[in-house]
């Protein structure tokens, strides 16, 4: 038999977990749900929103920055790219390496976005106060650099 500490932790940590998840969830749904209307996935438009900020990147950086393998991230330009959205084109520093850009489309669409996909976050997270942001944003990335 267990001791009842080890089980009390046990039920904690799930209960954190399903918590988690539930949040994470609910989100990512209302964060996510109005790119359906301009047929975006979560991952193009990840995509979309690194190079409109960021500016030119690799795919390889643009994988990094959205948290992508390097076989997804080239499905998910090659569908920005058939769209018009986004142009590859060779690194003149290094021709193995392709730079990923916003065409004049990716551009217009990603300024039409965006404003109000940064007024659904606001909303989305106002239920919490400046502290607790900061303090969730501490909490989640200690446990999302910790556990690596």
Do not use: W
Request: contains cysteine.
């Amino acid at each position: 038999m267990r001791p009842i500490k080890t089980l009390e932790q046990e039920t904690r940590v799930l209960n954190l977990y399903t918590r988690l998840m539930r949040a994470t969830n609910t989100v990512t749904e209302k964060m996510h749900k109005p790119l359906q209307c301009y047929k975006l996935s979560i991952s193009q438009f990840g995509v979309l929103e690194a190079l409109y900020h960021l500016g030119p990147l690799s795919q390889k950086d643009i994988g990094d920055k959205i948290l992508k393998t390097s076989g997804n991230i080239t499905m998910v330009i090659d569908n920005l790219e058939k769209r018009d959205l986004v142009k590859r084109a060779k690194d003149p520093d290094d021709r193995r390496r392709l730079t990923i850009t916003l065409t004049g489309l990716g551009q217009d669409l990603i300024k039409k976005i965006f404003p109000g996909h940064s007024k659904t976050a606001l909303k989305i997270f106002s239920v919490l106060e400046p502290e607790e942001q900061h303090t969730l944003g501490l909490l989640l990335k200690k446990l999302g650099t910790r556990n690596k």
